[in-house]
């Protein structure tokens, strides 16, 4: 069985400080994983991916994520937070090879005060 | 370029009855996947069509059922409605490759009264 969690249901942070949104996964096996965002009303849209090679992988707008093997964390971040990035972060794995189903977490709402 | 669009967006239902989602999926993808989200959860897996076949299946009961066209469109049927059933039905598009980013439609508020 493969599962996420991502322990902070809320993260606020000020525009222009750097943000942090938290994930740790379960898999029995090398995890592909996802994170994806979603804004009111509307579906997820993809912001990155981890398959293999470098642990820091860079996304779209500004956004990367670092995957930790030993602590199974895939936390995503930015160094500067806009206005505009205040939306529903959603963590995701797969099995990968095999499996085509993805496994989300809960969902981080991310708040950026101007 | 047409994203993926699903149809309707907004549907009230009884108890009991049956429901069919439509979806069609983004422009050269031929892989249809389809989510349920309940209010503050994210999206659960509900199944995958692939050349028109079901290849895979999360743990949802039989009342979920689909279908893929040979164009790719994809449709979720819904049988024997319960009130749980109410969510955000989700479709997502994606290239048949396990590591390929799933590309999201709107979805479909469905409410069962």
């Known amino acids: 069985a493969q599962s996420v969690a991502q322990p902070e249901d809320q993260v606020n942070v000020a525009e222009g400080n750097p943000l942090t949104v938290k994930c740790t996964y379960s898999?029995?096996?090398?995890?592909?994983l996802f994170w994806y965002v979603q804004y009111p009303n509307r579906g997820l849209q993809f912001l990155l991916k981890y398959i293999t090679g470098d642990n820091l992988v860079k996304g779209s707008y500004g956004f990367e994520a670092e995957f930790n093997k030993s602590q199974t964390s895939f936390h995503l971040k930015k160094p500067s937070a806009l206005v505009s990035d205040s939306a529903l972060y959603f963590c995701a794995v797969s099995l990968g090879a095999g499996s085509y189903q993805l496994t989300f977490g809960k969902g981080t709402k991310l708040s950026v005060i101007p | 370029d047409a994203g993926v669009t699903q149809s309707p967006t907004h549907l009230i239902k009884t108890r009991g009855q049956q429901v069919t989602l439509r979806c069609s999926p983004k422009s050269g993808h031929d892989t249809v996947s389809w989510y349920q989200q309940a209010l503050g959860q994210g999206p659960q897996f509900i199944f995958q069509?692939?050349?028109?076949?079901?290849?895979q299946r999360g743990n949802f009961p039989d009342r979920f059922s689909g279908h893929q066209f040979p164009n790719y469109s994809s449709e979720l049927n819904v049988n024997a409605l319960l009130l749980g059933d109410s969510a955000l039905y989700l479709c997502?598009?994606?290239?048949?490759?396990?590591?390929?980013?799933?590309?999201f439609g709107n979805g479909t508020r469905l409410t069962v009264t």
């Open positions: 898999v029995s096996g090398n995890p592909y």
């Open positions: 069509y692939y050349e028109e076949e079901e290849r």
């Open positions: 997502a598009s994606s290239l048949e490759r396990f590591n390929s980013p799933l590309h």
